[in-house]
Structures are given as C-alpha cells and as structure tokens.
C-alpha cells in the first residue's frame, strides 16, 4: 500500500473532479453522486485525458475522444472506439481494448487519499 494525500474533501463536491499528480501517474479523482472514485486520467487508447469524460447512468466514464467507456468502479472496459470503416482491421491489431487502472480511495481526517501504485 502506498497512501497518498492528494485533496481536502470539501475541495471535491459531487459532480466535481481534479486531477493529482502521484509519482509519475495523473489521477483522475472525482465525486460521482456523493461516491469517491480514482482513475488514471490517461484513457488507455491513446492515453489522451479523460478528465472531460461524461459518466453515463451506470457508472462508466465515456472518453471525449474516441467513446471508449470504463467503469469507474472496476476500470472494466463497457465500450471501445470503433474505427471508421476500412481502417478498423489494421488499427485493431495494434489498439485491443485495454482496462483503465483504478485506485483505491478513502477519506480520513478531512482528507482525500488515494493508493497509487508506481508504473
Ligand atoms: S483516447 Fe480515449 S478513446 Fe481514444
């Protein structure tokens, strides 16, 4: 385990994120409905950001980018970028869906912590 101090809870209302730096890791930390989730920011796609993701009705954070989804509990994949046509069997050998890393988070003193593991 490796604890982190990463925001004071009132600095993260629901409906709010921000993004920490842990080591050489961007986390995504974010108050979906009063629950805490943390997730790398990088989309594992291209690892383009994913703090502007829109979180759908069963928990699952959509990429602006190209749609792929993860669940913000697991880091399940729910859906992954689909290509255009006649580019999509050459970019689907080098771009197979990947799960997005998800940390574990609690509160403890007024402050938000997260257990980040290093890449
Ligand atoms: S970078 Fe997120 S789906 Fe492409």
Same mark, same amino acid.
């Given at each position: 385990?490796? =604890? +982190?101090?990463?925001?004071?809870?009132?600095?993260?209302?629901?409906?709010? !994120? @921000? $993004?920490?730096?842990?080591?050489?890791? *961007?986390?995504?930390?974010?108050?979906?409905?009063?629950?805490?989730?943390? $997730?790398?920011?990088? #989309?594992?796609?291209?690892?383009?950001?994913?703090?502007? %993701? *829109?979180?759908? @009705?069963?928990?699952?954070? $959509? #990429? +602006?980018?190209? !749609?792929?989804?993860?669940?913000? !509990?697991? %880091? &399940?994949?729910?859906? =992954? #970028?689909? =290509?255009?046509?006649?580019? %999509?069997?050459?970019?689907?050998?080098?771009?197979?869906?990947?799960?997005?890393?998800?940390?574990?988070? !609690?509160? @403890? &003193? %007024?402050?938000? =912590?997260?257990? $980040?593991?290093?890449?």
């Amino acid at each position: 385990m490796s =604890w +982190t101090k990463v925001l004071a809870v009132e600095a993260l209302s629901p409906g709010t !994120r @921000e $993004v920490v730096k842990v080591g050489n890791r *961007k986390i995504l930390v974010l108050n979906h409905e009063n629950q805490l989730y943390a $997730v790398d920011n990088n #989309c594992p796609h291209l690892k383009l950001p994913l703090k502007s %993701g *829109k979180i759908t @009705e069963s928990g699952a954070i $959509v #990429c +602006t980018f190209h !749609r792929s989804a993860f669940d913000l !509990r697991t %880091g &399940e994949v729910q859906g =992954w #970028c689909s =290509w255009p046509p006649g580019v %999509g069997k050459v970019l689907s050998l080098v771009s197979q869906p990947k799960t997005l890393p998800v940390f574990p988070i !609690r509160v @403890e &003193e %007024g402050s938000i =912590w997260v257990d $980040v593991q290093e890449e």
